[in-house]
């Protein structure tokens, strides 16, 4: 598979990133924690059928220590023993969020509730930011038919 564009050498597709990039880091730099933020764009990524971000997360949570077994089981986490009650708050809200055209209401309140039980306003808020950040992303990827398997943890960052 080859990409459509080459997004890493276009001027104008770099000053987008740039753009994108720094408002992923507004969640990034939250007090919601790392292991979760990664959790949700695994998540999102699957929905979304985009592997470039799926490969590009799984990585960088297998280098930053997460275990092979929760990546393995990120999506069917609903029957999984290995996540927190807060990260399957967190999980769900990512689907919700993901898929607010399936759903006509969008995330429903007993979600939201849910999550709200496990992460304070600012968390909230930085979990709202990456699951819009790691969905633009996502639908760039999918749409330019980016190619997965090549990433580097570190490569971006």
């Not at 890493?8 to 753009?19: P, T, V």
């Not at 996540?83 to 209401?105: K, N, P, V, Y």
């Not at 849910?114 to 969905?135: C, F, P, R, S, T």
């Amino acid at each position: 598979m080859e990409a459509r564009v080459n997004l890493f050498g276009n001027a104008l597709a770099l000053r987008f990133f740039k753009h994108l990039n720094s408002a992923g880091k507004v969640p990034a730099e939250s007090g919601l924690p790392a292991a979760t933020q990664e959790l949700v764009k695994i998540r999102a990524s699957q929905i979304n059928g985009c592997a470039f971000c799926a490969d590009m997360h799984t990585k960088e949570a297998a280098a930053a220590g997460e275990t092979s077994v929760r990546l393995n089981l990120v999506a069917t986490w609903r029957e999984a023993t290995v996540f927190s009650e807060a990260e399957r708050a967190a999980l769900e809200l990512t689907e919700q969020g993901t898929r607010i055209a399936d759903a006509a209401g969008g995330v429903t309140d007993e979600v939201w509730a849910n999550a709200a039980k496990h992460y304070d306003e600012d968390q909230l808020v930085a979990l709202i930011g990456l699951i819009a950040v790691i969905n633009a992303y996502n639908r760039v990827n999918v749409v330019n038919r980016q190619p997965a398997g090549g990433y580097r943890p570190g490569q971006f960052g």
